[in-house]
């Protein structure tokens, strides 16, 4: 895999159990789905994640809010493999909440991490757009680093003003 967006690489399916379901519920939903990890909502809001060990450790009859995490670890879906591996390890989470436009859209693990193509990532890494992280309509700016055509004309800058246009 290379450093396209995170959304490209996450796994499907990702799936949210209520905070307010019980521990069996959410249980009963991952084995569903065949996922180890579950983001939490209490109604349209994010509250957390858990993970089928938290789950085993916690009652049946518990509540998923008292078995999960509220320190939940996020990145945009612009983000490089690299920073959703730094963060993982900076933090110490088992997983990540992937966000476009500001929703969640996708989960990501450890075990995603480790099978990503790294010297791809680190190849691609270079040509991205400073400002937003995409990789696509990237024009090469006067001190090398790179910005997407949006994000220039946000800035009331003409790609035409710049040589290297890719």
Request: net charge negative; aromatic share 4%; proline share 3%.
């Amino acid at each position: 895999m290379n450093s396209r967006a995170l959304t490209d690489i996450v796994k499907v399916p990702f799936v949210f159990v209520g905070a307010d379901a019980s521990v069996r519920e959410a249980r009963e939903l991952a084995a569903a789905y065949g996922v180890h990890h579950l983001s939490v909502r209490r109604g349209a809001e994010l509250v957390g994640t858990t993970c089928a060990c938290l789950l085993g450790r916690a009652s049946e009859q518990a509540r998923v809010a008292e078995a999960m995490r509220t320190d939940v670890a996020m990145l945009p879906h612009t983000a490089s493999a690299s920073e959703a591996a730094q963060l993982l390890e900076d933090t110490g989470h088992p997983s990540l909440v992937v966000l476009e436009y500001d929703e969640p859209c996708g989960l990501l693990t450890r075990g995603d991490v480790a099978e990503w193509d790294w010297d791809a990532d680190a190849l691609a890494a270079a040509e991205r757009c400073q400002c937003c992280g995409l990789a696509e309509q990237l024009v090469k700016l006067e001190d090398g680093h790179f910005s997407c055509r949006a994000c220039l004309h946000a800035h009331g800058r003409s790609p035409a003003e710049h040589a290297h246009a890719f």
